[in-house]
């Protein structure tokens, strides 16, 4: 049995700066920028939590982006933690490289991947600068009414996760409904694909309850998939570990695709769209677009 000491959000914070100050990372100041009810700016990145220095890039990059534009929370689509999920790996591999946007109060917020479950399903779990309650799965609400993300633990969706996410979808009265879980069910790299097991379950859930964005990681990729059944997929599997030449080019599902550099997503939510960006690790705007409700 996987035992955790639990510690409090004030403890890691203050812990992390403590670290901070040990590796020379300049204090930050908090934004007075309040999030806007009417709009939500949120990052999106997976396969991120190598703590090297393509994750120590990615996180720098994202700083910018948020001096820039405050972000209101992060999302984080699993394997937030390499090599294994294990508690012993947390500050090196993501308390330090991210201290400046935590320090600035952004919450992440994490679902789990392979990487993850492996010694380390509880502790990630029940970390607090990841928020997921104690569990694997679970919503978050922003903008009264906005916008509801649905947080799926694709490692282990049995039939009580089932049934969770029908009454929660069903239960929503969200303008946009955004799922994210780790296994892609449309993608087009070589490595791993589409998941057809788990796309026969979630997909009739979100069809029917109106989801209208997923995002997934697992392949070491950026892509944006063709919309299928209405739904806006994207796989965004590259936020610390990029497998060049990882996309199948000949792919029909592929809409657009990036495999040469670590990248992350930032994403602008209105009542009328959902405006997105994926940038690299360079700082270069990959793909750009907008998603409209149907």
Known sequence: ???????????????????????????????????????????????????????????????NTHRRSPLDLVIAAGDNIYPDGSPRHFSKNFERPFAPIIGDRVNFYAVLGNHDVEDGRLSQCQYPLFNMGGKGYYTIKQGDGLAEFF?????DFDGAQTGWLQNALASSNARWKIAVFHHPIYSSGTKHGSNLSLRKRLEPLFTKYGVQAGFSGHDHIYERVKPQQGIQYFVTGAGGKTRRGGVDLSSKIRAASFDDDNHYMYLELDHDQISFQAISEAGRVIDQGVIKPA
């Open 151 to 155: 947080m799926i633990d694709s490692t």
């Open 1 to 63: 049995m996987e035992k955790l000491n639990k510690v409090s959000r004030r403890e890691v914070l203050q812990s992390m700066a403590a670290v901070a100050a040990a590796t020379l990372i300049k204090p930050v100041s908090i934004f007075s920028a309040a999030p806007a009810k009417d709009k939500i700016r949120f990052a999106v990145l997976g396969d991120w939590g190598t703590g090297d220095s393509d994750g120590v890039g990615i996180a720098r990059q994202m700083f």
